[in-house]
Nanobody, 117 residues
Framework: QVQLVESGGGLVQPGGSLRLSCAASRSIFSFNSMGWYRQAPGKQRELVAT?????????NYADFVKGRFTISRDNAKNTVYLQMNSLKPDDTAVYYC?????????WGQGTQVTVSS
């Protein structure tokens, strides 16, 4: 069973930065891609960013985070990161890590990000 463990969430002021981490319990090379999604209260879960692992191509970002967020990976640590800069109150949500496997998707438990003064 694959486990994805997110960390790095918290409370930050508008304009601040956070880095989220997603540690996988097995080699990330067993996944086609990995990504970050978020869900704000009363809203549907939405894509934030994805990064290819074995599928090729380049990282993909939602329009509302382009230029502010960066997704990256550390193959040796089996970890994917989301660097979030210039945070806005609208970025407040639970952020989930996801991994696309051959037969199914895997999800982490989520980490809360709150942007507030």
């Amino acid at each position: 069973q694959v486990q994805l463990v997110e960390s790095g969430g918290g409370l930050v002021q508008p304009g601040g930065s956070l880095r989220l981490s997603c540690a996988a319990s097995r080699s990330i090379f067993s996944f086609n891609s990995m990504g970050w999604y978020r869900q704000a209260p009363g809203k549907q879960r939405e894509l934030v960013a994805t990064i290819p692992i074995t599928s090729g191509g380049s990282a993909n970002y939602a329009d509302f985070v382009k230029g502010r967020f960066t997704i990256s990976r550390d193959n040796a640590k089996n970890t994917v990161y989301l660097q979030m800069n210039s945070l806005k109150p609208d970025d407040t949500a639970v952020y989930y890590c996801s991994a696309l496997g051959i037969l199914r998707d895997y999800w982490g438990q989520g980490t809360q990000v709150t942007v507030s003064s």
